[in-house]
């Protein structure tokens, strides 16, 4: 095997996923990744190139292409075509403290951005970068970050989504003494109640709160932060606080016959399911099974799309996703080239999953609900689902109509912003949008608040927004409260 021009010798080659057949038995991770030789291979592609694109994390036109994280891809893919996965493991780590997380659900900005992907198959990179972790756990080499010598300082986060986690972890590191207080049972926010448990083992979200308890961190859960009071007390007990809340406020469906039983918002459905596979006898709801429904799902994007994976394995009678967009082209279009975020067809997991029982793709194009029909009992029955010939704002102009049965509508719109309560606790100046006003768009101040001690950080700052990008801005912020502290 030959690292220079791997990519002349070797053809891009992914993890494979157990079979459709096999994974919709069970909520089990399905992807498997290929031999650690079959993955050197992979990594000899690797170009090297003088200007790496994939590790810059550009925004063009809104989107982000290239590592968020400026994880440093060409040295690890280097490091793992030389077969020494302990340096490969080091060199990420420097960058990236959860590999685990983003090897996993990452949408793998980085590979949209790798050179070799112009003319040809991008790298494998976000396969490699599970590998090294997946690598470094079976080695047993990854430690708790325990710092040497401690501040007197004492740092209290708020939410345990991948924002806090990262922002706990470095402020850790630095040697500060952290709490983490999660008002839900489990650590992890949406990474434990939201992403399924196929995509993300909760196994390996306990592991890593395991090693960060080790570490020193402590986890308070069950544990919310909402009144005056919880900020008053808070604020003269912590040097800095860090509000990590995510932006959890679902947008709703606003039709006729919305409040009729059987329509939920998606994440409370995916937190229902997750508890219903992590403690069956006490914690989830069977009413919110799909089991035996005709389930709609409203909203083309990756939530949509965990609905329709996890109403498969709950045994669904049929599943639909309705999605507001035209069908994309197949190929690029000249107004959308590389290393923009490629607006074209794609079929995401759970889209192929339900296609292998249909033989048909889930979604409707150009389509959202009109109005909900219910039973005498207050359930919906049927749903009319209409086709969108033009959208301007909330304003929509129908078409066509298509009347469905249906036992369960999941709405997966995404979300508005964050909630107010923990915002009004503490008092902070808000956006026009109701999220917390930072003190400047630049620099590290844009995760201070109007607060002198409370900082913002992930989704609760940003708005909706990806694993990877909520990791970058815990650390950013740590950085931030580290120069306030010091
Ligand atoms: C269903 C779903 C699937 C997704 N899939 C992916 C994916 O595959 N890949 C990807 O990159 N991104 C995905 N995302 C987006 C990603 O999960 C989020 O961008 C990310 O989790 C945001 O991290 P965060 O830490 O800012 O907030 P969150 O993960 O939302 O965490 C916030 C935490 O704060 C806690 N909290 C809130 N209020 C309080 C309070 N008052 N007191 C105490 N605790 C509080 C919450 O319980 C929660 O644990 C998905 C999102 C959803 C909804
Ligand atoms: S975190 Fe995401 S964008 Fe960064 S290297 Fe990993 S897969 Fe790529």
Known sequence: ?????????????????????????????????????????????????????????????????????????????????????????????????????????????????????????????????????????????????????????????????????????????????????????????????????????????????????????????????????????????????????????????????????GVHFAVDYLTNATKLLLNPEHEGDEGLSAHGKNVIVVGGGDTGVDCIATALRQGAKSVIQLDIHRLPPQVRTSSNPWPEWPNTYTQDYGHIEAESITGEDPRIWASTVKELFGNEDGSVSKVMVAEVLKRDGSNITYGDGQLFDCDMVLIALGFSGPEQNVIDAFGLEKTSRNFPAPRSKEGLDRFRSSNDKVFIAGDMRRGQSLVVWAIEEGLECAESINAMLS
């Open 1 to 261: 095997m030959g690292k220079a021009g791997g990519y002349l010798l070797h053809n891009r080659e992914n993890h494979t996923n157990d079979s459709q057949n096999e994974r919709l038995k069970n909520y089990d991770e399905f992807a498997r990744l290929l031999s650690t030789e079959e993955q050197r291979v992979q990594a000899s592609r690797c170009m090297d190139c003088g200007v790496a694109f994939c590790q810059a994390g550009l925004t063009i036109k809104g989107h982000t292409t290239g590592c968020p994280l400026h994880n440093l891809i060409p040295e690890w893919n280097d490091l793992v075509y030389r077969g020494d996965w302990a340096e490969a493991y080091a060199r990420l780590s420097q960058t990236n403290p959860f590999p685990e997380f983003t090897g996993r659900v990452c949408p793998a900005l980085c590979e949209v951005a790798c050179n070799l992907g112009l003319n040809y198959t991008a790298t494998t990179i976000k396969d490699n970068e599970r590998a090294i972790i997946d690598e470094a756990f079976t080695a047993g080499i990854v430690e708790p970050s325990t710092p040497a010598t401690r501040t007197d300082k004492q740092v209290c986060v708020i939410g345990s989504g991948p924002a806090g986690l990262a922002a706990a972890e470095h402020l850790n590191r630095m040697g500060h003494n952290v709490t983490v207080m999660e008002r839900h049972d489990r650590c992890g926010g949406l990474l434990m109640y939201g992403i399924p448990n196929m995509k993300l083992d909760k196994d390996i979200i306990e592991r890593r709160i395991d090693l960060m308890k080790k570490s020193g961190i402590t986890f308070l859960t069950n544990k919310e932060v909402a009144t005056k009071e919880d900020a008053d007390s808070l604020l003269a007990s912590y040097e800095a606080i860090v509000l990590a809340t995510g932006a959890t406020v679902a947008r709703d469906l606003l039709v006729p016959g919305r409040d009729l039983k």
